[in-house]
């Protein structure tokens, strides 16, 4: 499967210019069977989402993510800042398939050092997406540092990772995901924005990760582009199977 990682630079609460910013990123990028967008795309991190979160009953984004998956017949991955039908406010993102239906995870660990456990509820469920033979474990930006929330029990292939990860603390994304990727015997696909808001400088480095850790494809730190990797199943079962790591993890309950 080829998989294709748009690394932006988000405009601060302006989704239309957002979407807009994306479709062009889209023309210009390798034809892929799924792409990956970055943490709340639509309109940067918000931490205060009053006015900006899209409400679950008119989200633009959504159903941007939508159309062009439809018309594009790909599948397409990120997260958004959405007002539920449970009136709350969750960073949820979606993996949409062609066909308009969509997996949908909730970030679990709220970043509180930023203020996001301040407004956002909590997510409490993993969330698998399957695609294409494929399967995907949805994980979004703080995520990252709790290895036992991303342990692969036997029931992933790829993880993927959406952020708004800060440029001071790149030594921490590129180490976190290379070892993600080593520890669970998959690929990981970390989808990073670049730029600034008015709080915080992004680190870009998107990359595409090998099971044996090693980068099949990264971006750079402060620029808008996209990277492009194939997921080869075969190879991840073949190394699985010679060097059956995960037979030997630790049994645990959340």
Known sequence: MKVTVLQTDTQWAQPISNQEDVHKLLDTAEKSELYVLPEMWATGFVTSPENIAEDYTSDSSLQWMKTTAGERQCAICGSLSVFTHEKKYVNRQYFVLPDGSFYCYDKHHLFTYGGEDRCYSAGNKRIVAQYKGVRFLLQTCYDLRFPVWMR?????????????????????????????????????????????????????????????????????????????????MARLQAFREKFPVLNDRDAFEL
Do not use: F
């Open 152 to 232: 692969n029990t036997g029931d992933y292939d790829a993880i993927i990772l959406v952020a708004n990860w800060p440029e001071s603390r790149l030594n921490a994304w590129q180490t976190l995901t290379r070892a993600r990727a080593i520890e669970n015997q998959c690929y990981v696909i970390a989808a990073n924005r670049t730029g600034i808001d008015p709080t915080c400088q992004y680190g870009g480095s998107s990359a595409i990760i090998d099971p044996y850790g090693r980068v099949m494809a990264e971006a750079e730190t402060d620029k808008v582009q996209t990277i492009t990797a194939d997921i080869d």
